[in-house]
């Protein structure tokens, strides 16, 4: 059916992310030891501006991340939705910095996928059994449970099943949590991503929710983006909704969240630890600062926070 064909659209998308961040690994913008367990060939060239687009995208997640982490003092969960092949269990577990449990939702097909690469590369699959010390670890085709990693098949937009098995793998609603989603309720339609981000602030009393995402899609450049989605049959029902920062901010402010913050990936850049973005500015020649700028544009980074146990979430920030 046409839903079938959008949502293989959608799953292949996975492979893009991954792609270019592999690709961006191997110029050295940042460290990912396990993305090659994923993506085996570096893949063909992407330009520097695509490269420093992921770096801000990457660093800016990882650092709201890891803020949270360290504001809990790792003693929380976190859900990353839509995960893709994302690594950072793997990073987390070599920072020292793992929560309670990392949980990790996709498409049973995705997750199949990535479950079957960490089954047959011991790289990836060590670090999970180090972390685990009950008898029993769970793995099958499309789920993986462990006492600090889970990996579970469902659809975002199926919520009564989403809540269902986040449960079953001991999801606690009363544990701060930390929820991310980088370019995924974008392939939904605004009330899809709405509802998740309800779901959310309705199961936990305390918790923040990180999305990354497009932006400002009305303008020419916008445009073009749209098109080269939907040239894949991507599901971008929501783009036009979710344009602005504000409406980004709103989504949250509507559903039961206390306070949501967005910066456009252009902000986040230029608040990007320095000395840092002076070592991967000089990685490569950037021509086309104009194009840079206009990209960084088009994504932006939106966190929504409650906070009942008064952990000074409002500090996690740029
Ligand atoms: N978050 C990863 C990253 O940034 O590297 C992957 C991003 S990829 C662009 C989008 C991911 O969201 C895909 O893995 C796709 O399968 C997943 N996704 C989109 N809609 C979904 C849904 N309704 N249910 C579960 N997963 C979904």
Known sequence: T????????????????????????????????????????????????????????????????????????????????????????????????????????????????????????????????????????????????????????????ELPSLDEKLKKFQLNPELPTLLLSECVLVYMTPEQSSRLVHWAAETFHTAMFVNYEQVNMTDRFGQVMIENLQRRQCNLAGVEVCCSLESQKERFLKTGWESANALDMAAVYSVLPQDDMARIERLEFLDEKELLQQLLQHYSICWAFKDKLKLGLSQVAF
């Open 2 to 157: 046409d839903s079938d064909t959008a949502d293989e659209a959608v799953r292949a998308t996975c492979d893009d992310a991954s792609m270019c961040k592999r690709f961006a690994t191997s110029k050295g913008y940042w460290k990912d030891p396990y993305i090659q367990y994923f993506v085996r060939q570096v893949g063909e060239r992407k330009a520097p501006e695509i490269n420093r687009g992921y770096y801000a995208r990457v660093q800016g997640m990882n650092h709201l991340l890891d803020a949270f982490l360290r504001k809990t003092a790792c003693d929380c969960q976190v859900i990353n939705f839509g995960a893709g092949l994302d690594t950072t269990f793997w990073r987390l577990k070599d920072e020292n910095l793992l929560p309670k449990k990392y949980f990790e939702v996709d498409f049973p097909m995705v997750v199949a996928r990535k479950i079957h690469n960490i089954k047959t590369k011991p790289p990836l699959s060590k670090p999970i059994i180090e972390t685990h010390s009950s008898d029993s670890l769970l793995i099958d085709g499309h789920s993986l449970d462990s006492d600090r990693y889970c990996i579970i098949g469902a659809d975002l937009r």
